[in-house]
């Protein structure tokens, strides 16, 4: 079925250093664009910490960033910084976004302005730009729950802004991480947490028999206090918890409840 993702919208980079530029920032190497429909990609600080995530496509001399709706503002001021001289250009698309997951394929539309896989997983299907509403596409809630069971991080709701160490919520799993490409802002610490090994938090995905808790709860093996959740849906909650203890464990409790868990199979 067609999801509306109207919390997230699409910020158009355009011009003739388009690529040239983000390439240097991001940590997705644009030059597999000629073979990707899209991509996965991070803007990170300079200490290696999340800032924004974005799908990413391209369509002649621009690059469309599918993003965070309430943070396009500050993503672009934020490449505005690194601009410099660059012959480049941006703004937020009247372009619409859709998922698609279920059974079959994505329906023909004349309002699909471009659809592609999500470049992340196979299992969150596929992703459409529609000129106008689909009509009949359910709200986001369903699809919200989809991505939460698969272990999918949803940029801010999930990664905290400045602070959050990608490493520790499964974007090199999910493509979104490049160490082939060169350089870009936030490589060193980035690199080193790949290379050493030394990740010690992931993500888990509870299931309550009631209504997950609010984010921010204190998750439990036993009585020690391993991590806290993050977004939730209906009763499934996002959790980022301490590797180390899953694997003496085969339940988990949240909030006064047992609850059972997985992890994601990226």
């Known amino acids: 079925m067609w999801c509306a993702l109207t919390h997230r919208c699409v910020l158009e980079v355009k011009g003739e250093d388009a690529t040239a530029f983000l390439q240097r920032l991001i940590t997705q190497d644009l030059v597999k664009l000629e073979t990707h429909p899209a991509l996965y990609g991070l803007l990170l600080s300079p200490q290696g910490r999340f800032l924004h995530d974005f799908l990413i496509t391209q369509e002649g001399t621009s690059l469309f960033l599918e993003c965070e709706k309430d943070r396009a503002q500050d993503l ?41 896989q999500d470049p992340r997983l196979a299992a969150l299907g596929m992703r459409a730009h529609t000129a106008k509403p689909l009509l009949g596409a359910s709200k986001w809630e369903a699809y919200n729950a989809r991505r939460i069971d698969l272990c999918v991080p949803e940029g801010s709701l999930d990664m905290e802004v400045g602070r959050a160490i990608p490493a520790e919520y499964g974007v090199v799993a999910l493509n979104g ?90």
């Open 76 to 116: 672009m001021e934020t490449l505005t910084r690194f601009r410099l001289r660059a012959k480049v250009e941006m703004g937020v698309s009247d372009r619409l976004l859709y998922a698609w997951y279920g059974e079959g394929e994505a329906p023909q539309s004349e309002e699909v302005l471009t659809l592609y």
């Open 177 to 266: 991480v490049d160490f082939q490409k060169g350089c870009f802002m936030g490589q060193e610490l980035t690199a080193r947490a790949e290379f050493t090994g030394k990740v010690r938090k992931a993500l888990v995905c509870l299931t309550f028999d009631v209504q997950a808790p609010a984010p921010g709860t204190a998750v439990f093996a036993g009585d020690v206090e391993i991590g806290r959740t993050l977004s939730c849906q209906g009763n499934l909650a996002l959790a980022r918890v301490r590797l180390e203890a899953l694997g003496e464990v085969s339940v988990l409790t949240c909030a006064g409840e047992i609850v059972s868990f997985h992890q994601g199979t990226y």
